[in-house]
């Protein structure tokens, strides 16, 4: 049978006949690659065939169009499905389907990325796509205020990870009416059943619970699918999410495969690939359309918890581009939030979150300025990596910040949103053992090494004010992932206003000709490390002292120089030892060919305790009596 | 008013007065050391004062005794109120509480860590009390069998946290139901009002659809919280856990500062502390203890779970540690599972934890083999660890494994752990390009970063079966948190049986007198290093092939004797550039004070997509090829 035509009225009965198109091309594409998941693509594929032909308003020549609906594969091993999809509407050929699925070079790849014009987010580490899509969403309904709906498959598996329930937490805090989140029930994880099989009212009191509204239904029956997708897309002007509960059968429309708890994520042999076409009514070539958006302009500005907060209880921040004076003492973290709010005054497209701290990260100067385009994720890291992950898909410049310990918690939000090509600008606060008497569980010294492993990253480390204001303007502009330390204490300023700070750059604060030793630190231990050169003094050592404020990508002509010009160099960072400022500036120098030269890394290499900031950098031995007793060693020693 | 006793029957009046000398205390010791979180210790100052007074049993003479109770602050801010129980109950003396809090080398840290004896885990990055107390918890009921119970004090804020959640659905999966979950729901977080505020229904109704049972309780009514807390102890014989949604005044007892915003996390100056002090009714000295527990003999074995399944469909695997041929192709994962069977043969305290993926890590084997200590935690990774953990803190030797790239999703969790002094067995399967077709959201390219970054760790992969079983015995006796890094394919087997694999060495594959090389590779890159130096025979080069499975702790007298000898090394890694196993020999190397020698490093520097494993090796630049193009420019440039 081949049927081709695009039409916003598709019936129930064609919807049938392409649901057993999208199954049937599931298995082919699957097998043909020798690897993928063929049954928790036919699981789903009548709540796709419904949703595609009659629900989803999506310009597919148009991939940007702003009033596109969006898709959402949060169970992203169904990539087969969505696949079939692309193919049923026309945007990808038979022929990609066929020989392109989970080959090298292809951009048919085993889970989704936004490689594909019409994937917004990649999505395969579980939980992760819901979350994703409050970020869409909040863009939807609060900034471009457009009427797009946001879709978003999830598996039932994944309903076991915490980000989930945070994402529907926050949409219904938010009032996400645009978002639908569709469970696909189908009770079998990888190895076996999940804990709560086909007990979809239990899912239905959870999502309720959480503030979703809920509706149960038999997800291979079309009518019922059909009804809870149109009673999901007429909620828009409600105050809820909508959750569909939809009870399904793995490998449903291959009998010998169905309900099997044997037949997760393998492709079927082609013999019985064969037999499933069979059973499935043979392969078909529909090409059918849903509905196109109707045009539609930014809707008035809804009123948000931010917008209704009593912002007036705290003074307006200026919204004046801060300028700092040399020798004037201010906290990194404060001159985020007084760079953020410049920024925001000068470009609209700045967003802001925050995980509850941000009266401490200093977010909350945005949340004064600028309530409209600050959204609050309470103590919820994942969501709030999540949320900016959905808003940088929208081209939003979203800052996400919170204590730098707790990105650790965000961690796989944080690499799925490389592979999401998207820009995240993230800001830890309170950094290393600096942050004194809160102890362990609060100080980052994990984060360096964390951002730097993240593939196309950027990590910044400012130690003043002026600094701090000129990366954070450098990082509205820069792609990927883009990471910025801040420091608890305040510190006196260094530069003057004006002072360029390029990514990749370097300042050298210290240096004469005769040079015997180099200090290098970023943020707190820079400060220690000018002291230590000034203490150096009375020993008649000299000391060049670089700002290595930019620790990935790092500047290797001035490491280059310093270690051909002093031969010896002394590392500082309030880290722990592995993967840091050390490893940063060490790496480099190996790379770039250096030989000729000693390191001497100074870092924490202990588990701390509690004490003063003082007290603290001493006994983690990074303080400014270290860092001149190692400048002291090196010297001697050669 | 002094009072001094130790009872098993206080009466709710004197709990009253002992909940005032908690207020004052919390006051008095956070106003002392000049910072703290006095308001959020005294909404939850009564739920203590009962408690601890009449419904937690625990001897205070012996922390360590079995059938103690278990008390874990998951708001670990509240650590005035922690230490001023131990102060009422006459374990920590006024001087300390006076003069130790958030002190240098102290030990009444900022919030609490296991330093203290009567601490069972560090807490203090929210939402992690309560699935380390699952953890504890599950070791109760089904390991230890004994009567004890679990109390978790939660804050209201935390409950944003998805591991929350992750923590009711597995203690109701795991009906445990001697775990009681305390909410403290004063209504106000860090920079405001929470997102439920006083909604303690929404509280309830989401802890009961998620399985537990609601209590809802006005947290300053004594006989009202005598009541719950007594419900809830009574809960053991039942399927559920209890969870208290108390509704509670931030600040209580001091009216200048009961249900303010403005007072978190503040400590009050001295003339406001001695306002409150005096409001409360000054100063007083109640010494009070609770019941203490009954002697009790473990009970009968309950099922659970995985003891119900039906183990029959598999068959069971050997219970013999497992010898490998030498050339015999063996998944390092696959020898996991069977080294992990074999261990726990041997070893009643091996205990093993999966994230729904145990077909893929081999876990399942442990499954077959002693369901009784196996727990499947589906895919909720922060809850994995965080079981890891309590069972820990059991002293159960427990391995946790997923894939490795999942592992990011616990990172807070790792972190934690290692605060904790937890020994965690941690196992990533399925790392690098190696996997293939399956696409970059499930290719580890950070976990050696990850893991080599956290204090005390130990960072091991092994390149064939023999190495992995040792490492797998190696990893039971190694204390703090352990890593192995498991491959998906099959590997030709690198080493006869009896071979031994000390933690912090390695293994010379090839060497000569006169290599003018050395590869060095870990896993899959090991291999592709051995055909290197075949091929490199070729072109005249003999190379030193270094098998570095300890990645941390490094063997540095085999790098450095290798720099000496061949001046020349080519490191190898399935991991992005930063932090893995380039950055652990550039550092050992450059530590040990090596300088003459070249370092070239081949990591995943790009994005990968789909492919086969070889394809993607060879993209990546880590495959035999580009080893030995490197090691030939390496030769040749000298």
Redesign the interface.
């Known amino acids: 049978m081949t049927t081709t035509g695009v039409s916003n009225d598709v019936s129930l009965d064609v919807a049938a006949d392409l649901a057993a198109q999208l199954r049937v091309d599931s298995i082919r594409c699957s097998t043909s690659?020798?690897?993928?998941h063929p049954t928790s693509s036919m699981s789903a594929a009548d709540l796709l065939a419904v949703l595609v032909t009659r629900h989803l308003h999506y310009n597919w020549d148009e991939p940007h169009e702003p009033v596109n609906d969006h898709l959402i594969f949060s169970k992203?091993h169904a990539s087969p499905l969505l696949y079939s999809v692309f193919k049923a509407v026309g945007v990808v050929s038979e022929e990609e389907l066929r020989s392109g699925y989970?080959?090298?070079?292809?951009?048919l790849?085993?889970?989704p990325?936004p490689?594909l014009p019409w994937v917004d987010v990649?999505?395969?580490?579980?939980?992760q796509g819901l979350p994703d899509g409050v970020g869409v969403a909040l863009s939807g309904r609060y900034l471009e205020r457009l009427p797009y709906r946001v879709w978003v498959l999830c598996g039932d598996?994944?309903l076991?990870?915490?980000?989930?329930?945070?994402a529907l937490?926050k949409a219904s805090?938010y009032q996400l009416s645009n978002l639908v989140a569709i469970l696909d029930v189908n009770r079998l994880?990888?190895?076996?059943a999940?804990?709560l099989g086909w007990d979809v009212d239990?899912y239905a009191?959870?999502a309720?619970?959480?503030?979703a509204r809920a509706l149960v239904i038999d997800g291979h029956d079309l009518s019922a699918i059909d009804d809870a997708l149109a009673a999901a897309a007429d909620g828009l002007a409600s105050a809820q999410p909508t959750v569909i509960v939809a009870k399904t059968i793995k490998g449903k429309g291959f009998s010998e495969v169905e309900n099997s708890p044997d037949w997760h994520g393998k492709p079927f042999p082609p013999d019985m690939a064969d037999r499933a076409i069979a059973e499935l009514g043979g392969v078909r070539s529909l090409v059918i359309r849903g509905p196109r958006p109707e045009p539609a302009e930014p809707g008035p500005a809804l009123a948000h918890?931010s917008t209704l907060?009593p912002q007036d209880q705290l003074p307006k921040p200026s919204l004046e581009r801060p300028v700092y004076k040399v020798g004037e003492k201010v906290a990194t973290r404060k001159a985020y939030g007084d760079a953020l709010v410049a920024l925001g005054a000068r470009d609209p497209k700045v967003v802001a979150l925050d995980g509850?701290?941000?009266?401490?990260t200093f977010a909350?100067e945005f949340t004064r300025a600028f309530p409209e385009r600050y959204f609050?994720m309470?103590?919820?890291?994942?969501?709030m990596v999540a949320a900016a992950t959905g808003l940088a898909a929208r081209g939003y410049k979203t800052f996400a910040s919170t204590f730098a310990?707790?990105l650790?918690?965000a961690?796989?939000f944080i690499?799925?949103g490389?592979?999401s090509l998207a820009d995240l600008r993230l800001v830890g606060s309170h950094a290393g053992v600096e942050i004194?008497?809160?102890?362990?569980?609060?100080m980052a010294?994990?984060d360096l090494?964390?951002i730097?492993?993240?593939?196309?990253s950027t990590v910044l480390y400012p130690a003043d004010g002026t600094s701090t204001v000129a990366l954070v303007e450098a990082m509205a502009e820069t792609p990927g992932i883009s990471y910025l330390r801040t420091t608890r204490g305040s510190f006196p300023g260094l530069y003057a206003d004006g002072e360029d700070f390029p990514v990749g750059g370097s300042k050298t604060l210290r240096s004469g000709a005769d040079d015997q030793v180099t200090l290098i630190g970023a943020g707190v231990t820079l400060h220690e490390c000018l002291q230590a050169a000034d203490l150096l003094v009375a020993d008649g050592i000299t000391a060049r002292v670089i700002d290595c404020y930019s620790v990935?990508p790092i500047d290797v002509g001035a490491l280059t120089a310093a270690a051909q010009d002093t031969g010896r160099i002394v590392v500082a960072e309030d880290?722990?030892?592995?993967?840091?400022l050390?490893?940063?500036v060490?790496?480099a120098l190996?790379?770039a060919?250096e030989?000729?030269?000693?390191?001497t890394?100074l870092a924490v290499s202990?588990?701390p305790?509690?004490?003063?900031g003082d007290?603290?950098l001493a006994?983690a031995g990074i303080d400014a009596e270290h860092i001149a007793d190692a400048a002291r060693q090196l010297t001697a020693s050669v």
Do not use: C
């Open positions: 690659a020798g690897s993928g992203g989970r080959r090298f070079g292809e951009r790849e085993g889970h990325t490689i990649a999505t395969g580490s579980l939980g598996s994944e076991a990870e915490g980000s989930i329930w945070e937490d805090y994880g990888q190895r076996g999940t804990d239990v009191r959870r309720e619970a959480f503030g918890p907060a509850e701290v941000s009266n401490s909350e609050e309470f103590i919820a890291e994942q969501q310990a707790f650790t918690r961690y796989d690499r799925m490389a592979i004194g008497a809160d102890g362990p569980s609060q010294l994990e090494a964390m730097r492993a993240v593939h196309g990935k880290h722990h030892p592995e993967g840091g050390g490893s940063a060490a790496d190996l790379a060919g030989r000729d030269f000693r390191l890394r202990g588990m305790g509690s004490g003063t007290e603290l006994w």
